[in-house]
């Protein structure tokens, strides 16, 4: 746990570190020896398994770096979680961090775990293939309506349970009551496996009297490309999620599930874009979501409101708005090779 993120703080931990750093440097000698590989990359600085493999292949000769996953930090207790995150962890050892915004390198570059130079950011790569597919409009909209599931608790802000069960039995309304609106809910593969997200689902279901299986115009969906839910529906649906901001992009109106309930002090400091909620729509309650999805859901109606706004908080946690991203990615992995 917590020493593992730093062993040389623990005696015994330490020597069995240099024990398993003295294997690795052995192994990764014979594979570098028959694999042209020029890189080493992680997904995360906090993944302790790669630290070892990393930063022993960066005292070989080969660049460690880290395409680091993680690069919403956009309230303040996660900003807190992960300048906490990165204090267990002693200073970077590879050669490049590459992050999505100014945020997330001042919370590498500020307490020292890693130097200035050793951080750099080049905004989202997925975000490429969204502004292609924009350009070309050929997707068409199709009467769909789309939540993007989230977690009933994530890192240090778990929300009131009756926001997700709320939420989600408005989508599901929507389903029992309008056949000709295609409801989506979209998870991510890890919530269905989770016991927490799987009961208020099943909850969300009970309070509708409603059978999954009983409504064709109703699915929820884990493989489905985000990209193109979000261009092919009438209205989306999301919470603390980077889905959001990509959704910026393409007029699709946004919902997010500000319920009367998370509008505190104590929540404003939790809850991701809390200070840009005039931007989006916000019900208050299921009955106002309810009333937005039916009323935004027949037909698409494309929201132009705000938009320097929106560009603006784009830039803010993804950086680089409607550019090549890919080349920059390029760029930096050239200098590193």
């Known amino acids: 746990a917590s020493e593992l993120k730093n062993p040389d703080r623990v005696e015994y931990l330490k020597k069995r570190k240099n024990n398993h750093r003295i294997f690795l440097k052995k192994i990764l000698k014979i594979i570098f020896h028959r694999l042209p590989i020029d890189l080493v990359i992680s997904a995360d ?14 005292n070989i000769g ?15 207790s ?6 906490t995150r990165t204090n267990k962890i002693r200073e970077f050892g590879g050669t490049k961090i590459i992050v999505h915004n100014k945020i997330m390198k001042s919370i590498f570059t500020k307490n020292g775990f890693a130097k200035k130079n050793q951080v750099s950011i080049e905004g989202c790569l997925r975000m490429d293939e969204l502004f292609q597919k924009t350009k070309k409009n050929q997707v068409q909209k199709t009467n769909k309506i789309t939540l993007f599931s989230f977690p009933p608790y994530q890192w240090a802000r778990n929300i009131p349970f009756d ?12 389903a029992k009551n309008y056949p000709d609106i295609r409801v989506i809910i979209k998870p991510k593969y890890e919530y ?17 009297n409603f059978n999954p299986k009983n409504y064709s115009n109703f699915s929820i969906s884990p493989e489905m490309n985000s990209h193109d839910l979000i261009l092919e529906s009438n209205i989306i649906c999301g919470f603390n999620s980077t889905i959001i901001l990509e959704a910026l992009t393409t007029g699709v109106p946004i919902v997010l599930p500000y319920f009367e309930i998370l509008r505190t002090k104590q929540w404003h400091d939790r809850i991701n874009f809390s200070d840009d909620m ?11 979501l309810l009333e937005l999805l039916l009323k935004k859901g027949k037909k698409f109606q494309s929201d132009n409101k705000n938009k320097t706004e929106k560009i ?7 950086h680089y708005y409607d550019q090549n991203i890919l080349s920059k990615y390029i760029k930096v992995f050239k200098q590193l090779v």
């Open 192 to 208: 269905l496996v989770s016991k927490i997200w799987n009961e208020l689902i099943n909850k969300a279901f009970d309070k509708n």
């Open 312 to 318: 603006k908080i784009f830039k803010k946690y993804l």
């Open 163 to 174: 926001v997700f069960v709320d939420c989600h039995s408005a989508f599901i309304r929507i």
């Open 278 to 288: 005039k931007i989006f729509f916000t019900p208050k309650n299921e009955e106002e």
């Open 78 to 83: 996660v900003k807190q979680l992960m300048v």
């Open 45 to 58: 600085i906090k993944y302790v398994a790669d630290i070892d493999w990393g930063e022993v292949a960066e």
């Open 62 to 76: 080969k660049s460690y770096i880290v395409l680091h996953r993680e690069n919403l930090a956009a309230c303040k």
